[in-house]
């Protein structure tokens, strides 16, 4: 495939941007991939195993030059990452980002631009519970999609370009409006992200089932919980606090429908139970048509590759 970028920057070395350096050179779509991390044990073992053509001590060093900076930080600090790159900026360079929150992190970056820098926010809906620079490989992104969302008045042709890198890492790509990407997130993610993250400390929490029986024991339903309950704890602490509002409807939601359960289990209402389970299975048969997951045992997963 024809290079997008001569120059890409990756600004935090972790699973994603480990995944890009790797996917950018399975398809040969930049000539140089620049990196840093503000952890020098990260960048230490970014050069061991050969991530990034250069790994810069100095996060303007690794900008420099670059035609695209990708922003793999946690949300929460976006702003302040873009405080200390800004005047490091080439002009007409493209800023993206892979956030799980779109709203915030705009709100944070657009009004630190430099005129004639421009900013499509970006989120690959990808990942494992694995971080850090060794966690990445370069198939994380095939038949994934990522949500583009240009600022107004991109020009159409920066955004056509950073969806062909995007496409050239094996993506799915498609433009959604940032509020609605937040609602749509919620759902998908983070509020079960949350519920996970409950069950097995609800789990943790009862004493009457020891540790070494929830561990010994674990069925199919606990064990996902876990492993989407081993996600990155900064990451997703940020996650939260900047995508309040929309995971607090979803929350919302649930406990209405949560409520209902309780009540038909209570009242022994199978035929209730029985119609909602049948709706939310169809739910389950929609995702494994669409290709974002596998009926296989275990849900296809092999530790260390596609979630």
């Not at 989120?123 to 969302?149: Q, Y």
């Not at 929309?246 to 199978?270: P, V």
Request: proline share 4%.
């Amino acid at each position: 495939m024809a290079q997008i970028y001569d120059r890409v920057a990756l600004i935090g070395l972790g699973l994603i941007a480990s995944s890009i350096f790797w996917g950018i050179k399975r398809a040969d779509l930049a000539r140089e991939v620049r990196g840093f991390a503000r952890s020098e044990e990260t960048r230490a073992t970014a050069r061991d195993i050969g991530l990034c053509d250069v790994v810069c001590d100095d996060i303007n060093d690794a900008v420099k030059g670059a035609d695209l900076v990708v922003l793999c930080v946690p949300v929460g600090v976006m702003g302040t990452v873009m405080k200390d790159i800004r005047d490091s900026l080439k002009p007409g360079a493209t800023i993206t980002d892979v956030g799980s929150v779109k709203r915030d992190v705009i709100d944070q970056i657009a009004p630190l631009l430099p005129e004639g820098v421009n900013f499509v926010a970006g989120h690959p809906l990808a990942g494992t519970e694995h971080s850090g620079p060794r966690s990445g490989f370069a198939e994380l992104f095939d038949n994934r999609w990522c949500l583009l969302m240009p600022s107004e008045g991109t020009d159409p042709s920066v955004t056509a370009q950073l969806r062909a890198f995007w496409e050239g890492l094996g993506s799915n790509v498609e433009e959604m409006d940032a509020d609605h990407h937040d609602l749509v997130l919620a759902v998908t993610s983070h509020a079960p992200h949350l519920i996970a993250y409950t069950m097995v400390g609800v789990a943790d929490d009862l004493r009457r089932v020891t540790d070494s029986e929830v561990i010994k024991y674990s069925a199919a339903g606990f064990r996902d919980f876990t492993r989407i309950a081993a996600s990155d704890p900064t990451m997703w602490r940020d996650v939260f606090l900047s995508n309040k509002e929309a995971t607090l409807e979803i929350l919302g939601r649930f406990t209405e429908e949560l409520f209902a359960l309780q009540r038909a289990i209570r009242q022994g209402d199978g035929e209730h139970l029985h119609d909602y389970f049948t709706r939310t299975r169809a739910i389950r048969r929609s995702i494994i048509d669409a290709g974002q997951d596998t009926d296989a045992p275990n849900f296809g997963r092999v530790p260390g590759r596609k979630p």
